[in-house]
Structure formats: structure tokens, C-alpha cells
């Protein structure tokens, strides 16, 4: 399957020039693995950069890792959902108190969006993504509850030509702990990453900024290359930077990190394209 990084932000659109060489978009990342066909994880501002316009696109999948703004911020700037016709699915967290369908019409309906989701013209599917197996065109993939603040889900892609991607963009396994330890099974998101090819994973905090985020949803540095190495991934891609993160401050933070480690770490960066297991015909 191909990836392309397309957002690797979090929390806030953080576009200038001191954030130009790792981008300043939101969360968002497109795979294809059979032609035709394009899955986009989450659909943070990066989404924007997603190739629409494909003559043979006959079917556009959003897997939605959890409803916080910043990873739904670009969907009603998709290009796909205003093509006339074509099939497109939406899948998402389920919630035990509304709807996905509910929950989205909340942001793509006014006053916060002029256009509502029953006016898109395309072919529009959704789903309660389920915890467990499901098969996208080219990919199996698996989805689980993790441990961020309200009903979040991490992927497992795995192509049918080889190759696993592991998907978790917001994620705090060391919750209350400060430190991933403890059984690899009983860690949260362990199931999902176990011997991934490459596993995209949130890396948002510093290691000193970590003690004061406590709950909020997201792994220091230390803890991201910890869950890696737990997991058994060949390559770790820390991503959702923290919007105050500027490229030297990122420069600097991963120059060492990782360093004597087992796992290989390439922090994301916009644009960024990885060829996990075989290429798309």
C-alpha cells in the first residue's frame, strides 16, 4: 500500500513559516491499496491535499479515529463528497448516545457549515466502525478502543499484497502511570500496533511538558518510542505535533530520541510518502 502523510498536526491548524518543513495541517494520512480506490484516515485540514480527481475514483473511504475538531476539521472541504454520484464512505467511533450520522450534522450543518450532509451530492454511506475485523477494497482492517477522551478508535490496515499500518494518531497508553509498563496485552492500543510494518502514533508532548497534561489524551516523546518498542514495530512516525512545536524545536527533540533503540523513527512530516508491503498496481 502507498501512504501519504497529509496532515500530522494536532490539536489546532498551525500553518507559518517557522512550522513550513513538517506542515501545519491536522491530522490526516491517504492510503491506497487498490486501484480505484482511496482510503483517508481522519479528516483534519490535510484533507484538502487528498487527490479527488482520479478519473477511475470509484470509491473514497474516511475512517475517523474520534470526533475532535481538529480531525474532522477539513471534511466539509473534501472534494470527493461534492462528485456527483461517486460512492463514499464515512466510518466512525460508535457513541452510546447519538448517531454517527447526529454527531457529524453538528458541525456540516449552519451556523458552523453552509452545507449539511443530506445536500452532498455523492453517494454517502455511513457507519459505526466496528472493534474488530472489516474489509475495505484492498485492505483488512481493525479497529479498537483507546485511551483518549471520549469514544476513540486506533486502525490496523493490513494490504492484501503484505504489509500493516498501524493507525493511532491521539492516544495516552501511559494514563496515570507516566510510563508504558505492564503486560503488552493489557497496554491500550497494543493489539492494533503488535508487529506492525509501520505504526503512525501520537507524540505530541515533550517529556518535561508531559506532567502537566496528565489526561489530556496524548503520549510524550518517551512514551510514544516506549509503546513502539512494546509493540514490536519496525518503524515508529511520531505524529500530531503539538501546534506551539516549531520544526527547529521538532529538529531538535527527535536528533536523539530513539537513539540505541530497536525501532526506527522517521517524525512525520507533510508530504511525507511510505510504501508499506507491496506497491498498488
Known amino acids: 500500500m502507498k501512504v501519504v502523510l497529509r496532515g500530522v498536526r494536532g490539536s489546532l491548524p498551525s500553518p507559518r513559516p517557522e512550522t513550513a518543513r513538517y506542515g501545519g495541517n491536522t491530522s490526516c494520512v491517504e492510503v491506497r491499496a487498490a ?46 463528497l461534492y462528485q456527483p454520484g461517486l460512492e463514499v464512505h464515512l466510518w466512525g467511533p460508535p457513541s452510546a448516545t447519538q448517531s454517527l450520522h447526529g454527531r457529524l450534522t453538528r458541525y456540516l450543518s449552519p451556523p458552523l457549515f453552509p452545507v ?29 478502543l483507546v485511551c483518549h477522551p471520549g469514544p476513540t478508535l486506533g486502525y490496523r490496515l493490513e494490504a492484501e499484497g503484505g504489509g500493516v499500518l498501524t493507525y ?46 496528565v489526561g489530556w489524551g496524548h503520549s510524550s516523546v518517551s512514551q510514544a518510542l516506549d509503546f513502539a518498542e512494546r509493540a514490536g514495530v519496525g518503524l515508529l512516525v511520531p505524529f500530531h505535533h503539538d501546534p506551539d512545536h516549531e520544526d527547529q524545536t521538532l529538529d531538535a527533540l527527535w536528533a536523539a530520541a530513539g537513539s540505541g533503540r530497536p525501532v526506527a523513527v522517521a517524525p512525520a512530516r507533510e508530504g511525507t510518502e511510505l510504501t508499506v508491503g507491496a506497491r498498488v498496481p
Request: aromatic letters at 4%.
Open 168 to 213: 493511532i494518531p491521539d492516544h495516552e497508553p501511559a494514563l496515570g502511570i507516566a510510563t508504558v509498563d505492564g503486560p503488552g496485552g493489557s497496554t491500550s492500543g497494543y493489539e492494533v500496533a503488535r508487529g506492525a510494518d509501520v505504526l503512525i502514533h501520537d507524540a505530541q508532548y515533550t517529556d518535561e511538558e508531559y506532567p502537566s497534561h
Open 35 to 80: 486501484p480505484g480506490c482511496v482510503t483517508v484516515l481522519d479528516a483534519g485540514t490535510g484533507i484538502r491535499a487528498v487527490d479527488g480527481k482520479a478519473g477511475d475514483l470509484r470509491r473514497v473511504d474516511v475512517l475517523l479515529s474520534h470526533l475532535h475538531m481538529d480531525h474532522i476539521l477539513g471534511l466539509g472541504f473534501f472534494r470527493p
Open 116 to 144: 449539511r450532509l443530506r445536500d452532498l451530492p455523492c453517494r454517502l454511506e455511513l457507519h459505526d466502525a466496528p472493534r474488530g475485523a472489516f474489509e475495505l477494497p484492498g485492505l483488512s482492517v481493525t479497529g479498537d
